[in-house]
C-alpha cells in the first residue's frame, strides 16, 4: 500500500496512470467543525488496483498539481461511487471537475440494482467482496493513520475497481453505458457546488410566511452564510436556524430587542453579532414589498388530470421491471404531472432521450389512446 506525503512520489504515481483507461476515486474528509469540507485523504487507483493514499494532512503544502491533470485528462474515466461530496470538495479546492465522470450509483441504478445503492451492498451484489465497515465513523484528520484505516480507505477505491467493471459488463451487454455517461453531465454543473448566501433562505421552513417576513428571513440568512464561508466554520456556529426564524417573525428594532429573541447569545445584542442583524433586519424593511421573497406552492394536479397521472405512474412502473431500471431514474412525479397536463408538449426528461425510447414513447402512447392497460393473467399488461 502507497501512501503519498511528498510532491515527488505524487508525480510519480500520477505518471503512471496517464495511459489507463480510467482510474478509481474516493475521498476522507471531516466537515463536523468547518464551513467547507476538510480533505484529510484522497484515493485513488487505476485497474491494476495499485493504488495510493495521498495524505493531504501529513502533507498539507503538497503540490496537487499533478493529480489535478489527471483530473482534467479527457482520455482517463475517473470512477466514483455517489461523488457528490467528493466533487464539492474537489470544486472548492481546483474550480473545476473531474471529467469524463462515471458514477456507479447512477450505473447500479441502471441496472436495476435498486434506487441509490450504497457502495458496500454494491459491491457485496457485484463482487465477491465482503466490505469492511469498522473504519465507518473514524476521524480522518489525526495522524498516525491505523493499518486498519489505511486497509478501509484503500479498499474503496480497489473494490470500485471490481464494482466498476462488472458494472460496464452489464451496461455494454444492455447497451446501456451512453445512458450512465448522459446521466453523469448533470454532476459536472459547477452550479450544484457554488453556495450562494442570497439563496441561503430557501433551506429554512416557515409557517405562513408574509413577504416582509421572507424578507427578513432572506437578508439574515445571507449575513449568516457569507459570515460561515468567511470564517470557515459550520453556519450553525454563527446562528441556529431556529433563531432567524424567530427574527423573521419578531424582527427588532433596537439591541434590547434581540435578548428576546429564541437562543440568542445573552451579551451580544450590542456587539458586532447584534449590530449586523439589526442592519440585516434594516436592509429588509427597505426592500419594495413587491420584490420581497415568496415560496412558491405547488399547485395540486387538477382532478381530471388525476386519471392520467396514476395511469401514468402504472405505465412507468411496468416499464421500470420490464427494463430493470430505477423508476425514479425514469421519470419524476414532477415530469408524470406534466405529462398528464400537456402530454407530448410536457418539456420533461422523461421525453428526452434515452429515457423517451425506454418510457416516454410509451407513456405519450397510453394518454394519446393509442395503447391501454389490461390484466393479463393477473398481471398489469401495457396492449
Known sequence: MKIITNNTDLADFCAQLVDQPYITVDTEFLRERTYYAKLCLVQVSGPDKNGALIDVIEAPDMDLTPL?????????????????????????????????????QIAAMVCGFGDQIGFDPLVTQTT??????????????????????????????????????????????????TWVLEETEALLNPALYEVKPDEAWQRLKIKSPKPRQMAVLKEVAAWREAKAQQKDVPRTRILRDETIIDLS????????????????????????????????????????????PEIKKKKPLPKQYQGAYEMLKMVLKILAAENDVAPRLLASSEDL???????AQADVPALTGWRKKVFGDAAIALIAGDTGLRLVEGQIKIV
Not at 465507518?136 to 484505516?149: E, G
Open 68 to 104: 489535478l491533470e489527471l483530473f482534467n485528462d479527457p482520455n482517463i474515466i475517473k470512477v466514483f461511487h455517489a461523488p457528490r461530496q467528493d466533487l464539492e470538495i474537489f470544486y472548492t479546492m481546483f474550480k473545476s471537475l473531474p471529467k469524463p465522470l462515471f458514477d456507479t
Open 337 to 343: 404531472e406534466a405529462m398528464a397536463r400537456h402530454g
Open 249 to 292: 417573525y419578531n424582527p427588532p428594532k433596537k439591541p434590547q430587542d434581540l435578548t428576546r429573541i429564541r437562543n440568542f447569545p445573552k451579551g451580544c445584542e450590542s456587539k458586532d453579532l447584534g449590530h449586523a442583524l439589526l442592519n440585516a433586519v434594516k436592509t429588509a424593511h427597505q426592500i419594495p414589498i413587491e420584490e420581497c
Open 128 to 177: 465477491d467482496l465482503e466490505v469492511d465497515k469498522g473504519q465507518q465513523f473514524t476521524d480522518w484528520s489525526k495522524r498516525p493513520l491505523s493499518d486498519k484505516q489505511k486497509k478501509y480507505a484503500m479498499n474503496d477505491v480497489v473494490y470500485l475497481v471490481d464494482a466498476y467493471e462488472k458494472l460496464v459488463e452489464l451496461l455494454e451487454k444492455r447497451g446501456r453505458k
